[in-house]
């Protein structure tokens, strides 16, 4: 979650990287007292995403500094679109630029790629989800992006919900034991709250994962006609996720075979930065 504490330390530690001795270029050219406004500007079309992390850049940097957002994360925008606007000192200003449009531009592109995702399966009932394949210690600001586009989060860190993989399941089975089994006797200590997410790259592995006791099978890697199966065999006995091998083209095929959850790693690993600029005139 982007909550006070978030945004000071993650933005605090980009501006502590950016100039941690100060700006040499702004404080050896810029008069103390000059003031200046500037317009953060589309140059293309996209989904908002960041208006809180983009003031907060400027606001940490100096308090004096007035920011406002224009747009809400999620609104779309078209080229010269103002998107928001910080008025004060152009010192300040100018040393703080870089990273905030550094947040925003990458949090637009990553709410500008899951709409787009989001819109590819429109009527299905999917719903399109983010996974962990995130920026070390942007985890929180880029999965906002993906809710800002319209995506929905999966378990944000390894401590909210049993996920078990191949690699787990395989060091389950190296003693020997029963597969169900071991995971009922494994997960007979967890709280009845607690959500357990179990992967299969078979479709003669689903009762066993069902029996054993997952809420969601997820269904890695399977062809569309296997994804059809393995819907067709949980019934309404747990959740159904599918991940791998999805991308904009076959994400609708997907969606079609009745799964309820699509994971696209691609949302945070790959989205582009969208090209937004900071355009400074004197006060």
Excluded: C
């Excluded at 169900?180 to 992967?199: C, D, F, K, N, Y």
């Excluded at 609708?252 to 600029?277: F, M, P, Q």
């Amino acid at each position: 979650m982007l909550t006070p504490a978030t945004l000071t330390r993650v933005v605090g530690a980009a501006l502590d990287e950016d100039a941690p001795w100060g700006d040499l270029t702004s404080t050896t050219l810029l008069p103390a007292d000059v003031e200046a406004v500037a317009d953060l500007t589309a140059r293309e079309r996209g989904i908002f995403s960041g208006g809180a992390v983009f003031a907060a850049a400027f606001s940490l940097t100096d308090p004096s500094l007035t920011v406002d957002v224009h747009v809400g994360d999620g609104d779309e925008f078209a080229p010269g679109d103002v998107l928001a606007t910080v008025t004060g000192s152009a010192r300040s200003i100018l040393t703080a630029e870089r990273v905030a449009l550094n947040f925003t531009q990458r949090m637009s592109g990553i709410a500008t790629l899951t709409a787009q995702y989001v819109r590819a399966v429109k009527g299905t009932g999917a719903r399109i989800a983010d996974t962990r394949k995130t920026t070390p210690g942007l985890r929180a600001f880029e999965r906002h992006a993906v809710v800002s586009g319209g995506g929905r989060n999966h378990r944000f860190s390894l401590s909210d919900a049993v996920m078990a993989k191949d690699n787990h399941l395989a060091v389950l089975q190296s003693g020997g034991d029963d597969l169900a089994e071991g995971l009922r006797s494994a997960l007979a200590q967890l709280p009845h709250t607690t959500h357990v997410v179990i992967e299969v790259d078979r479709l003669d592995q689903i009762e066993t994962v069902l029996a054993g006791g997952a809420h969601t099978v997820l269904l890695d890697n399977f062809s569309l006609d296997d994804l059809r199966a393995g819907v067709a065999l949980i019934g309404d006995r747990a959740t159904v996720e599918a991940s791998g091998g999805v991308d904009r083209e076959t994400v609708r095929a997907i969606a079609e075979t009745g799964v309820d959850v699509i994971s696209v790693g691609a949302l945070t690993h790959s989205a582009r930065a969208l090209d937004l600029g900071l355009d400074v005139r004197i006060g």
